[in-house]
């Protein structure tokens, strides 16, 4: 149980909270206005990237499926010119089903590293 009045005890979203800064920080570039902007981009980019201590992506542990990045969208990738709406929907069910198993992956991964 961590304290909402000590956030420092939590290690992981101390973690979290100081790779976003940096990118934040990274960002503007000396500047210390206009942030919000910036934030949703730095939030997207953390959430689809692999972490090292679990070896998925966040969106993935949450999800089950890899994000579509804004890249495959136009044009379109391989993945979503040849999934109809219902190929896309059965195989998010497949997932789903298996998040249970890939959450359990990723939280021994953690303790391996």
């Known amino acids: 149980f961590i304290s909402v009045e000590h956030p420092q005890a939590n290690g992981q979203a101390e973690s979290a ?39 998925e992506t966040p969106f993935k542990m949450v999800y089950g499926v890899d994000a579509m990045i804004p890249a495959e969208i ?8 040849t999934l109809t709406v219902t190929e896309n929907s059965e195989a998010l069910k497949e997932n789903l089903d298996l ?9 021994f991964r953690e303790f391996i590293v």
Do not use: C, F, M
């Open 99 to 107: 998040q249970e198993e890939v959450r359990e992956a990723a939280h």
């Open 17 to 55: 909270n100081k790779v976003i800064l940096k990118a934040i920080t990274r960002r503007l570039e000396g500047k210390y206005k206009g942030w919000v902007e910036h934030l949703l981009p730095i939030l997207w980019s953390y959430h689809t990237t692999v972490h090292s201590s679990t070896g």
């Open 74 to 81: 136009d044009p379109p990738s391989w993945r979503r010119a």
